[in-house]
């Protein structure tokens, strides 16, 4: 088991970071490389036309950035998933941060006190019931007739990505807090980050919920690898999207 | 349509790589971010008048577009060659190509879809994959080939149509004369004026040329209407070669005549792709609509109040998709008894069912333009006014259609006639 534990805490994990960098990189750079369409595609919108110029295009931008981001579209057509989507999304984010600072501080959220993941597990539940709800409103019509399988597999891996990862904080209360701290998971991605994945694996691999770490890694992991491979990359795709509906040079 | 040159199921390998190289040809940076990033929410479907009037799956804008990603998945992409059905890849067959045409031949093209989607994903883009591989594939309808190829043959052969074009413009100049005669100037319709500030596009039919010469006079213009017919049936039809042809006769009129301006009559297909294709060129592509509005806003044409209560369609293809918004409501404040909007905001009007080639091809899309515009029909309705007016031949056409089917009792009129009946002489 510990050998198990050990290729998923360190090589599968440098290999998903490695798939996840290149594969992402390669789908970007595909699109680089790829022919301008040559015409403006724009959506016009009453009341915003002559946007010229430099500060006309930094406005573009702006307001391409703000539709990829707050969902404007989603909010005026339908109100409950938007709620969802930006809870969803905020919660990614809180996540992305909660996970860096496991690896070293960042001084701008130590302006106020906390302990590591200060929700306890309720952000990944918060995400859980969003997901619970993409999950539900895609068995409804007409989103069922338009799902394909990779809809399903990607929202039940995320699903239980963020489950393993909720449940770490109630793990640890199960099999004592003490079992692995803050400080163990710190020594060990720093020793990942050092190209040294063994030098802190034994203060996360051999607690009792060290399984439970383990599974979350490893399902993070093939989330990392599948991700630029799968309609993920809207992530990055919807501010060129955007961009073009708000008139971005072609 | 064309008896396809494929059967419901084979397609031969030759053929296939023919068309796959169409497709590979038309993914442009643009094209491929349409491609890769629908996450099938189904956001759109509620966007389309086809699905809202008639709710079936398959005139939702995210399954249109399917069609194509299916293919696109399957030949362009290594998930879709490793784990095809993942992402439900499909193989190019003769039965995908039937899909393709229901999916291409249903979409008007009104990009409203767009205005929903979170990523605006065009789908209007996507179907001109579909467009083409029909094309490629001799499946594609008939009558809008020929018609495209008309327009071709009619830019190849100028010195041919010259003198019977010339006689027909004689015969209409007599209709400016007879109805405006104080306006109509010493020449009502002049043609081939090198140095003129403008070039008029029109259609083919008094009813394009006749009320827009009337207003130019009136106004001072200094203009000359165009040998071509405004409309591309190379955009219809989806041929990206034909299109360009088609323009490029109007393109080199106007370089040869030193014009300033082309005006692109009341078509919003053949506005938006002199826009859209024109660009860097020495002169500036304007509709009518902005033209006239213009000669109201300089004060270049004095116009009366007509009696009864007006609505005004917006064209997908002038508005939401070429920003004319304003100038054909300054018109409608200047010449209507009254005016009422029909939608609170016109990025949301719903598109009259009839864009994308479908009025063009008659009576086959007939019973389907009808039943897929119900929520068209509904809003005009709803407007509670008299005369509805728009400023797109392809719109005109089906409104009428709506108008008889639905029995609203509207009467239909274009914009530029009602500017020319609203002129007062001097």
Known sequence: ????????????????????????????????????????????????????????????????????????????????????????????????????????????????????????????????????YLGARRLGSPVRELSVPEDYLLLALLFLTALFGAQMAWARSWFGYETVTAADYRAWLQGLLAFRPEAGLAGVAGAGHSFMLAAHVFLANVLLMVFPFTKLMHAMFTFALNAIRRGWPA | MKETIVDAQTL??????????????????????????????????????????????????AWRAEVVRRIYKKYFTAKGRLLPRLGEARALTGSALEELGEAAWTCTGCRRCMVYCPFAVDTQQIMSIAKLLLIGAQAEPEILTMLADVSVSRGEN????????????????????????????????????????????????????????????????????????????????????????????????????????????????????????????????????????????????????????????????????????????EILRAVAGEYREMSPDPLYNWCCGGGGGLVAMGEDTLEFRMKSSRVKADQVRASGADILVTACENCHTQLEDLNRHYGLGKEVRFLSALVAEALEAD
Request: aromatic content about 8%; glycine content about 10%.
């Open chain 1, 1 to 132: 088991m510990t050998t198990l534990y050990s290729l998923i805490l360190g090589p599968m994990l440098y290999l998903a970071v490695g798939v996840f960098l290149a594969g992402t990189a390669g789908r970007v750079w595909r699109m680089l490389r790829s022919p301008a369409f040559g015409v403006s595609l724009a959506i016009h919108v009453p009341g915003q036309a002559g946007r010229k110029g430099r500060r006309g295009w930094i406005s573009v931008r702006l307001l391409a950035v703000r539709d990829a981001l707050l969902l404007p579209t989603v909010l005026r057509h339908n109100a409950p998933l938007w709620a969802v989507l930006m809870l969803f999304h905020a919660g990614l984010a809180v996540l992305f941060l909660g996970h860096l600072e496991l690896v070293a501080d960042i001084p701008v959220l130590r302006s106020f006190p906390h302990g590591a993941f200060t929700g306890k597990g309720a952000v990944g539940l918060t995400m859980l019931f969003c997901l619970a």
């Open chain 2, 158 to 329: 100028v010195e041919s149509i010259r003198e019977g074009f010339l006689a027909g413009i004689k015969r209409l100049e007599g209709q400016v004369v007879e109805k405006w005669k104080s306006q109509a100037g010493r020449t009502p319709i002049p043609t081939e004026v090198v140095g003129a500030d403008m070039l008029y596009v029109a259609l083919a039919g008094a009813h394009s040329i006749v009320p827009a010469a009337a207003v130019f006079n009136a106004a001072g213009e200094n203009w000359t209407l165009s040998f071509f017919e405004a409309v591309n049936f190379g955009a219809f039809v989806g041929d990206p070669a034909k299109t360009r042809i088609i323009l490029e006769r109007i393109v080199s009129e106007a370089l040869r005549l030193g014009v300033k301006e082309v005006c692109i009559c009341e078509c919003g297909t053949a506005y938006r792709v002199a826009r859209q294709l024109s660009v860097g060129q020495p002169f500036e592509v304007v509709s009518l609509t902005e033209v006239q509005a213009r000669y109201l806003r300089q004060g270049r044409v004095k116009v009366r109040r007509l009696p009864g209560t007006f609505t005004y369609h917006d064209p997908c293809q002038i508005a939401r998709n070429a920003g004319v918004y304003e100038a054909p409501r």
């Open chain 2, 12 to 61: 031969d390998e030759a053929t296939r790589g023919k068309l796959l190289s169409l497709f590979e040809g038309r993914l442009s940076r643009q094209m491929l971010l349409n491609l890769e990033t629908c996450s099938r929410c189904g956001l759109c479907t509620e966007a389309c008048h086809a699905y809202a009037s008639m709710p079936l799956v398959r005139h939702a804008p």
